[in-house]
C-alpha cells in the first residue's frame, strides 16, 4: 500500500498519495474526494485509505510473470520514454517496433521463459541481413530491457549477460583531398548547402552541430565559433520531428574554434543576407529559427534530414566523387593528419570524448609519422637514409 496524506485546497479535501515509480522517482498524485474541509474529514480519511490500497502506478499494470517478451519490450518502451533523450527514444522505438517485437512475437516466448540462445539465435538470424554494428545496437536495446525486468524482479537474471556479441565492424570513412575540398567550396557558394558544407569540411563538424549553429555563438569581435547547440532529426510515434538541445554529444564536444577570415568573412555577408531578406519578406518571414545560422531565404531552418539527402545529390549533378555528409568531418581530420598536426589536436579540434575514438579512426591515415619511424631507426642502426 502506497503512502499518503490529505491536503486542502480551495476549501476542498485531496488525497495526496507518494510512491516510488519503476525507474526508482518518487512521484506524488493527487485525487479529488469531493469533499469539502468543513465537516467532512472522517469521510475524507476514509477516502484515502481506499485510495492507497487501490493505487497502483500507471507504469507497473500488466507487466506480470505471463507476459510476452515482445509484449514486455513494449511496456518497457513506454517507461523508458520519459528518462532518456528523444533521439535515443526513437532509435530504441524504431529498432523494438519493426525488427526485435516482430521476431520474438512469431516466436511467441514468454519473458520468464527467454532463454540465452534464443537472443543469439535472434542475433545470427539478423546477421544474414545487417552489418555486426546493428546487431550490436539490437543487444544494447534487449540487455537494458532485460536489466530493468531483473530490478523489478520479473527475472531473477539477465539473459543477455551470457550473449557473445559479434565483432564490432571497422569503419573507414571517404575521405576528399584538398584539391577536391576547394572544389566542393566553389561549387556550393551561394547554394542552401553552402554553410553546412563550409563547416563540416574546414571545421569537422556533424550534421547536428553545423544545423545547429547559433548566432550568439559565433564572436567577431574575439574571432571565436562555439559549438554547444545541436539540432537533430528523428521519428517519434511515427512524426518527424525537430530536436533542438544545448547539450552537444559529449562534454568534449562542446568546444571553441577558431574563427578564420575566409569563414568570418562570409558568414558576416550571410548576416547581412538574412537581414535583408526578412526585410524584403516582412511578415512572410520564418522568426522562429532567426538565432539559427542555417535557414533558407524565408528563414526556415534547414532540416538536418535534406542535408544528407540532398548531399550526394549535389555532387552527382556536379561531378564530383560521391561521399556521406559525415565524410567531411573525416575529410578535414585527413588534411591535418597530413598536415602534420598532430593526433591529439585534432582529437580537440573535432571534439572526441577520447584519444583512442580519434587514434581508431584515422591511425590508418598517420603515414608521415611511420616514414620518421623508419627513418629513425635507419639513423639508429646506421643502415643509411630512407630514399
Same mark, same amino acid.
Given at each position: 500500500?502506497?503512502?499518503?496524506?490529505? /491536503?486542502?485546497?480551495?476549501?476542498?479535501?485531496?488525497?495526496?498519495?507518494?510512491?516510488?515509480?519503476?525507474?526508482?522517482?518518487?512521484?506524488?498524485?493527487?485525487?479529488?474526494?469531493?469533499?469539502?474541509?468543513?465537516?467532512?474529514?472522517?469521510?475524507?480519511? $476514509?477516502?484515502?485509505?481506499?485510495?492507497?490500497?487501490?493505487?497502483?502506478?500507471? $507504469?507497473?499494470?500488466?507487466?506480470?510473470?505471463?507476459?510476452?517478451?515482445?509484449?514486455? +519490450?513494449?511496456?518497457?518502451?513506454?517507461?523508458?520514454?520519459?528518462?532518456?533523450?528523444?533521439?535515443?527514444?526513437?532509435? =530504441?522505438?524504431?529498432?523494438?517496433?519493426?525488427?526485435?517485437?516482430? =521476431?520474438?512475437?512469431?516466436?511467441?516466448?514468454?519473458?520468464?521463459?527467454?532463454?540465452?540462445?534464443?537472443?543469439?539465435?535472434?542475433? %545470427?538470424?539478423?546477421?544474414?541481413?545487417?552489418?555486426?554494428?546493428?546487431?550490436?545496437? =539490437?543487444?544494447? @536495446?534487449?540487455?537494458?530491457?532485460?536489466? =530493468?525486468?531483473?530490478?523489478?524482479?520479473?527475472?531473477?537474471?539477465?539473459?543477455?549477460?551470457?550473449?557473445?556479441?559479434?565483432?564490432?565492424?571497422?569503419?573507414?570513412?571517404?575521405?576528399? $583531398?584538398?584539391?577536391?575540398?576547394?572544389?566542393?567550396?566553389?561549387?556550393?557558394?551561394?547554394?542552401?548547402?553552402?554553410?553546412?558544407?563550409?563547416?563540416?569540411?574546414? &571545421?569537422?563538424?556533424?550534421?547536428?552541430?553545423?544545423?545547429?549553429?547559433?548566432?550568439?555563438?559565433?564572436?567577431?569581435?574575439?574571432?571565436?565559433?562555439?559549438?554547444?547547440?545541436?539540432?537533430?532529426?528523428?521519428?517519434?510515434?511515427?512524426?518527424?520531428?525537430?530536436?533542438?538541445?544545448?547539450?552537444?554529444?559529449?562534454?568534449?564536444?562542446?568546444?571553441?574554434?577558431?574563427?578564420? %577570415?575566409?569563414?568570418?568573412?562570409?558568414?558576416?555577408?550571410?548576416?547581412?543576407?538574412?537581414?535583408?531578406?526578412?526585410?524584403?519578406?516582412?511578415?512572410?518571414?520564418?522568426?522562429? &529559427?532567426?538565432?539559427?545560422?542555417?535557414?533558407?531565404?524565408?528563414?526556415?531552418?534547414?532540416?538536418?534530414?535534406?542535408?544528407?539527402?540532398?548531399?550526394?545529390?549535389? +555532387?552527382?549533378?556536379?561531378?564530383?566523387?560521391?561521399?556521406?555528409?559525415?565524410?567531411?568531418?573525416?575529410?578535414?581530420?585527413?588534411?591535418?593528419?597530413? /598536415?602534420? @598536426?598532430?593526433?591529439?589536436?585534432? %582529437?580537440?579540434?573535432?571534439?572526441?570524448? $577520447?584519444?583512442?575514438?580519434?587514434?581508431?579512426?584515422?591511425?590508418?591515415?598517420?603515414?608521415?609519422?611511420?616514414?620518421?619511424?623508419?627513418?629513425?631507426? +635507419?639513423?639508429?642502426?646506421?643502415?643509411?637514409?630512407?630514399?
Amino acid at each position: 500500500m502506497v503512502a499518503g496524506h490529505l /491536503s486542502e485546497k480551495k476549501g476542498y479535501y485531496y488525497a495526496v498519495l507518494n510512491y516510488t515509480d519503476s525507474l526508482g522517482r518518487r512521484k506524488s498524485k493527487w485525487l479529488a474526494t469531493g469533499y469539502t474541509v468543513k465537516g467532512n474529514k472522517k469521510r475524507a480519511e $476514509d477516502f484515502l485509505m481506499e485510495a492507497r490500497k487501490k493505487f497502483e502506478p500507471e $507504469d507497473s499494470k500488466d507487466v506480470n510473470e505471463d507476459i510476452l517478451f515482445a509484449d514486455f +519490450l513494449k511496456k518497457w518502451l513506454g517507461i523508458a520514454k520519459n528518462s532518456i533523450a528523444i533521439p535515443t527514444y526513437a532509435s =530504441y522505438s524504431n529498432m523494438v517496433n519493426k525488427t526485435i517485437c516482430p =521476431y520474438f512475437r512469431a516466436k511467441k516466448i514468454k519473458l520468464q521463459k527467454l532463454k540465452p540462445l534464443d537472443i543469439q539465435d535472434f542475433y %545470427q538470424k539478423e546477421l544474414e541481413r545487417v552489418c555486426a554494428n546493428s546487431v550490436i545496437h =539490437y543487444h544494447a @536495446v534487449i540487455h537494458k530491457a532485460l536489466k =530493468y525486468a531483473v530490478k523489478i524482479e520479473l527475472l531473477d537474471a539477465n539473459p543477455a549477460d551470457k550473449i557473445e556479441r559479434p565483432k564490432k565492424d571497422k569503419f573507414v570513412g571517404s575521405f576528399y $583531398d584538398a584539391d577536391e575540398m576547394r572544389t566542393l567550396f566553389e561549387v556550393s557558394k551561394g547554394t542552401p548547402l553552402e554553410i553546412p558544407i563550409l563547416l563540416g569540411a574546414f &571545421y569537422g563538424l556533424r550534421r547536428s552541430e553545423a544545423i545547429g549553429l547559433k548566432w550568439e555563438a559565433i564572436d567577431f569581435e574575439m574571432n571565436t565559433l562555439t559549438i554547444r547547440h545541436t539540432v537533430t532529426s528523428c521519428e517519434v510515434d511515427g512524426k518527424r520531428v525537430l530536436v533542438a538541445s544545448d547539450t552537444t554529444k559529449t562534454k568534449s564536444s562542446r568546444r571553441t574554434l577558431p574563427l578564420v %577570415q575566409f569563414v568570418r568573412e562570409r558568414l558576416l555577408d550571410l548576416k547581412t543576407e538574412q537581414q535583408e531578406n526578412r526585410r524584403v519578406c516582412g511578415k512572410g518571414y520564418n522568426k522562429e &529559427y532567426i538565432a539559427y545560422v542555417c535557414v533558407n531565404s524565408i528563414g526556415t531552418l534547414i532540416r538536418p534530414n535534406y542535408v544528407t539527402e540532398n548531399f550526394k545529390k549535389f +555532387l552527382r549533378e556536379n561531378g564530383m566523387r560521391e561521399i556521406r555528409f559525415h565524410d567531411l568531418r573525416h575529410s578535414c581530420a585527413s588534411m591535418m593528419l597530413a /598536415s602534420g @598536426v598532430p593526433m591529439k589536436q585534432i %582529437q580537440e579540434w573535432l571534439g572526441h570524448s $577520447d584519444f583512442s575514438t580519434t587514434a581508431n579512426i584515422y591511425a590508418h591515415l598517420e603515414f608521415s609519422s611511420k616514414i620518421s619511424s623508419a627513418d629513425s631507426l +635507419l639513423r639508429g642502426l646506421e643502415l643509411g637514409a630512407n630514399p
